[in-house]
C-alpha cells in the first residue's frame, strides 16, 4: 500500500488550484471541497446540485453509514456557487463525460491527484491526501484536536494526529535533533 501524505506547504496547495482550476472547473472544485470540508472522496463523488446548495452538506458517510453535517466554508459555496446553478437539477457535481449524469470514479478522481500533485512535484498523493490536508492545515490554524477527531469521527486524539501527519512530523523533528 502506498503511503499517503498531506499537502503541508501552503504555496504548492495554491499552485494545485491554479492549475486545476486552468484545466477545467469539475477537477477544480473537487480539489478545494475536498480540502475544505475533509469528506472522503467517497462521500465527495455522489454529491448532487442540490447538496451544495445549502449551507451545510448533509450526508451519510459511505464508509461509517453514521449520517453528517459539514459547513460549507463561505469562501468554498461563493466560488463554487456559479458553477453549481449552471448544472441540471440532480446533476452529479463531479459529473464524468461518459454516461448521461453519472459521477467521476475513485480512480478518475485519483488521476486527477496526480496529474496536478506531478505537476508540483508531490509524490505521496492518493484520494485521501484531500481530506489529510483539510486535517492537516485545520490542526496547524485551530491547534483543536478534538474538533477535528469529532469530525473525522476518529476514536482517539492520538489516531487523528498520527492520520494527519502532525505524529509524523515530530518523530522527523526529534530524528532532526538526534545526535550522537
Do not use: W
Amino acid at each position: 500500500m502506498n503511503i499517503v501524505q498531506p499537502i503541508r506547504d501552503l504555496e504548492k496547495v495554491e499552485k494545485m488550484k491554479a492549475y486545476l482550476k486552468q484545466k477545467n472547473d469539475r477537477d477544480y472544485f473537487l480539489f478545494i471541497l475536498g480540502i475544505g470540508t475533509g469528506l472522503r472522496i467517497s462521500d465527495l463523488l455522489p454529491l448532487v446540485k442540490e447538496d451544495l446548495l445549502a449551507s451545510h452538506i448533509d450526508i451519510r458517510e459511505t464508509k461509517t453509514v453514521k449520517r453528517k453535517r459539514v459547513k460549507l466554508p463561505g469562501y468554498i459555496k461563493k466560488e463554487i456557487l456559479p458553477y453549481i446553478k449552471s448544472l441540471n437539477d440532480y446533476s452529479y457535481v463531479f459529473k464524468s463525460r461518459q454516461g448521461d449524469n453519472r459521477p467521476i470514479d475513485r480512480s478518475t478522481a485519483y488521476r486527477i491527484l496526480r496529474d496536478a500533485a506531478d505537476y508540483v512535484n508531490i509524490t505521496e498523493v492518493g484520494t485521501h491526501t484531500l481530506r489529510k490536508t483539510f486535517g492537516y492545515h485545520f490542526y496547524q490554524q485551530t491547534k483543536d484536536v478534538a474538533i477535528l477527531q469529532e469530525l473525522f469521527n476518529h476514536s482517539s486524539p492520538s489516531i487523528t494526529l498520527k492520520y494527519i501527519g502532525i505524529h509524523q512530523d515530530a518523530l522527523d523533528k526529534a530524528m532532526d535533533k538526534y545526535r550522537i
